[in-house]
C-alpha cells in the first residue's frame, strides 16, 4: 500500500501563484507514475500532470501547460505542482495519485491506484 497526503492549497487572487505538495509514504519502491488531478464542483475529474517517478519524463494537460510545473524529490518521496499564472478555472480540489504499473493512458484516473484526500485551491478573480 502506498499512502498519499496533500498539503499547500490555499487562496490565491488570479494570476498568483502556489505550490501543493504530495507526501508518499509505503511502499513507494511500487510507484511507477505520480501525477496531479483536479475537480471542481460539478465536474469530472480531470487530468493535470504526471511524472515517470524513476526517469522524470513529465505529462501536462494542455489547459496547464506552460503554467504549471510537476517535480518530484526521490529522496523525499515527495511530489510537487508548482502553478504559476492561475485563473479562476483553476479553482478545483486537487488530488495526488499514484500508479503502480506504466498507465497505458497518462491521464485516464482508473490506472491509478493510489489516491490522496485532496487539497482544495481557490482562485479569486
Known amino acids: 500500500q502506498v499512502q498519499l497526503e496533500e498539503s499547500g492549497g490555499g487562496l490565491v487572487q488570479a494570476g498568483g501563484s502556489l505550490r501543493v505538495s504530495c507526501a508518499a509514504s509505503?511502499?513507494?519502491?511500487?510507484?511507477?507514475?505520480m501525477g496531479w488531478f483536479r475537480q471542481a464542483p460539478g465536474k469530472e475529474r480531470e487530468f493535470v500532470a504526471a511524472?515517470?517517478?524513476?526517469?522524470?519524463?513529465?505529462y501536462y494537460a494542455e489547459s496547464v501547460k506552460g503554467r504549471f510545473t510537476i517535480s518530484r524529490d526521490n529522496a523525499k518521496n515527495t511530489l510537487y505542482l508548482q502553478m504559476n499564472s492561475l485563473k479562476p478555472e483553476d479553482t478545483a480540489v486537487y488530488y495526488c495519485?499514484?500508479?503502480?504499473?506504466?498507465?497505458?493512458?497518462?491521464?485516464?484516473?482508473?490506472?491509478?491506484?493510489?489516491w490522496g484526500q485532496g487539497t482544495q485551491v481557490t482562485v479569486s478573480s
Open positions: 509505503g511502499r513507494t519502491f511500487n510507484t511507477n507514475t
Open positions: 511524472v515517470r517517478w524513476n526517469t522524470g519524463v513529465t
Open positions: 495519485a499514484a500508479a503502480a504499473n506504466p498507465p497505458i493512458a497518462i491521464s485516464a484516473h482508473s490506472y491509478y491506484n493510489y
